[in-house]
Structures are given as structure tokens and as C-alpha cells.
């Protein structure tokens, strides 16, 4: 017997393996090009919005009352249980997107709420009349975060009409592309530094005057703070340092049985993006998403109730909270 004849079986049998892959590769392509593979999914409790998304662009700061598209922001399914059951909340940021959202699921919940928002009357005044309609108490005070003595006045204001601070979301912020990143100007650096850093901390240091043991804060940081963006660098280090000032700072305030964490939300729309993305760049925004479109402000409130209450994360602080549409 040659050696031809000896494996002439295992080429046999190699022939027949060869047309086996085949057989898959004919098969998996089939599947991958099956007819419905490019539908958006929809697993809300009602449908959302899919781009194509109008075309828009807003002036700064952005006001969500000119948005042609309307953010989705009531959650009319979500059913109240008293998870914040007679809690006093600061809201920076509140009165647009995922603040006002935020909002109105606190007040859901049972408490009174305080929005501190930068000049968008008309957005913060629909703000507070959503937190009414749910049965509480609003206040509201337009203010730059970035300057200590407005925090410091807006908290005290706050407890002088409220009796006490049990919640603090910090989630004001300001972003502004700019792709070459040796054109990044100073000024562009420093509003985006002192909103998105120094706001969080002179918020967190005015509020924890009046913080008593059960208190928590939920910090807005992003998506960009993990992955990183390279058409907003600035943008991207700042939430990277929330996510950090987070972690760090829930390692002091445990001792003083006070909760820190944050949620990490995906793009989300509100007035945010559409105040300073090229108008075709909003119109496929959220698009490169597994969701393949871009979150509504109330599919991340519910995170916001979640960390905020003590009766569902009372053994979670430090951590940072993805919301960001799938991997």
C-alpha cells in the first residue's frame, strides 16, 4: 500500500467535511441577509422615534420648546409607588431633557422638587408645572452653576422653603464639537471645564451642608466618559472626571451613610445635540446605536429613581450606570 492509498480515506473524508462548511456558509449567509435584519427594535413600553430625525439646529443653550421633534419625556406607563416618598430634590439641568424627565418621574414618586436650570424660562416654567400636576411642590432658580454663590443660595433657598435636601442630581452641562483639537480655544476649554466640573463639585458642596444619613446624589455622566469621543475631547475628560469624582467621592460620604452614583447615558434626545451638531448629523443621530436610534429623556429616568431611592440601591454607591443602547 502506497501512502496515497493509506490517506486516500481522510481525503475522502476532508471532501466531505469542505462541502459541510460550504453547506454553512451558504446557510449563515442566507440568515444574515434575511429580510427585517435592518428594523430599528422597539422594546419601550411604547414606540420611539427612529431616524431620519428633522434636521435642525438650535442656538445655544438649546431650548426644548423649539425642537421640531418633541423629546418623549412624561412616561405615561410608569406607575408611582412612593419610592421618594416625601424626599426634597435639587435638579441641575431640570428643565429640559433628561433633567425634566427626571423630574417629573421624582415627583411620580412623591417628592418636591427644585430646578436650577441656566435661562430657559419657558422650558423650566412647563417644568414645574409637570412636577405640580403630579401633586408636588416646585421651586425654580436660573443661575450659572459655575458661580459658588448661586449654588450655595440655591440650596439654602431651597431648605428655607422645603425644611431639608434629601436628593441631588448634578446634570447640567454645556458641550460643543470642535475636530481639530489644536483649535480648541481657552474659553471653549473653560465653560466646559467649570460647567461640567466645577458646577458638580460647588452643587455637591453647597448640598451637603444640609445632607443628613439616607441622602444620595446621582451624577449625569456619559457614554463619552468610557469610550471617549474624538469630536468632543473636552467633553469626553469631563465626564470621564465625573465618573471618577463619583467613585471617589462615595468612598467619604458612606461614612456618613450618604450615597454617590452616577448614570452613564448613550446619546439621548435633547436639546443638547441638535444646540450644536451640524443639522445632518442630528438627523442620523443615535443611528450607530444596537438600538439604531437615540434614547428618549423618560427611558433613563427610571435609572435616576432607581440609585436616588433607598428602597431599591441601598447597598450601591460608587458606581457609574450605563444607559447607553446596547454593546
Known amino acids: 500500500m502506497t501512502p496515497d492509498d493509506r490517506f486516500a480515506h481522510f481525503a475522502a473524508e476532508a471532501e466531505q467535511t469542505a462541502e459541510r462548511h460550504r453547506a454553512l456558509q451558504q446557510a449563515v449567509g442566507q440568515e444574515q441577509t434575511a429580510p427585517g435584519e435592518d428594523a430599528v427594535p422597539q422594546t419601550g413600553a411604547r414606540p420611539y422615534p427612529v431616524p431620519p430625525l ?3 439646529t438650535l442656538d445655544k443653550p438649546g431650548r426644548e420648546s423649539d425642537l421640531e421633534l418633541q423629546p418623549m419625556y412624561d412616561a405615561p406607563y410608569y406607575k408611582g409607588s412612593g419610592k421618594l416618598n416625601d424626599k426634597v430634590a435639587i435638579i441641575t439641568g431640570g428643565d429640559s431633557g433628561i433633567g425634566r424627565a427626571v423630574a417629573v418621574l421624582f415627583a411620580r414618586e412623591g417628592a418636591d422638587v427644585a430646578i436650577v ?3 430657559e424660562h419657558e422650558d423650566a416654567q412647563k417644568t ?8 408636588r411642590k416646585a421651586l425654580l432658580f436660573s443661575g450659572d452653576v459655575t458661580n459658588r454663590d448661586f449654588c450655595l ?7 428655607e422653603a422645603f425644611g431639608k435636601l434629601d436628593l441631588l442630581v448634578n446634570n447640567a452641562a ?5 475636530l481639530q483639537f489644536e483649535k480648541l480655544s481657552p474659553e471653549h476649554l473653560d465653560t466646559t471645564l467649570k460647567t461640567n466640573l466645577y458646577g458638580y463639585v460647588f452643587m455637591t458642596q453647597a448640598a451637603l451642608r444640609h445632607m443628613r444619613a439616607g441622602a444620595a446624589i446621582v451624577n449625569s455622566g456619559s457614554i463619552t466618559g468610557i469610550e471617549g469621543s474624538k469630536s468632543i475631547v473636552d467633553y469626553s475628560m469631563t465626564k470621564g472626571g465625573i465618573h471618577a469624582f463619583t467613585r471617589a467621592l462615595s468612598g467619604q460620604l458612606i461614612t456618613k451613610s450618604i450615597r454617590v452614583n452616577a448614570v452613564a447615558p448613550g446619546p439621548v434626545w435633547t436639546p443638547l445635540n441638535p444646540a450644536e451638531k451640524p443639522s445632518n448629523e442630528v438627523e442620523q443621530f443615535g443611528s450607530q446605536t444596537p438600538m439604531k436610534r437615540p434614547a428618549q429623556p423618560e427611558e433613563l429616568a427610571p435609572a435616576y429613581v432607581f440609585l436616588a431611592s433607598n428602597q431599591c440601591s441601598s447597598y450601591i454607591t460608587g458606581e457609574v450606570l450605563p444607559v447607553i443602547g446596547g454593546y
Open 174 to 178: 454645556f458641550q460643543m464639537h470642535e
Open 54 to 56: 428633522p434636521s435642525q
Open 117 to 119: 436650570y441656566l435661562n
Open 128 to 135: 414645574a408645572a409637570l412636577i405640580k400636576a403630579e401633586g
Open 153 to 159: 443660595a440655591a440650596v439654602d433657598a431651597t431648605v
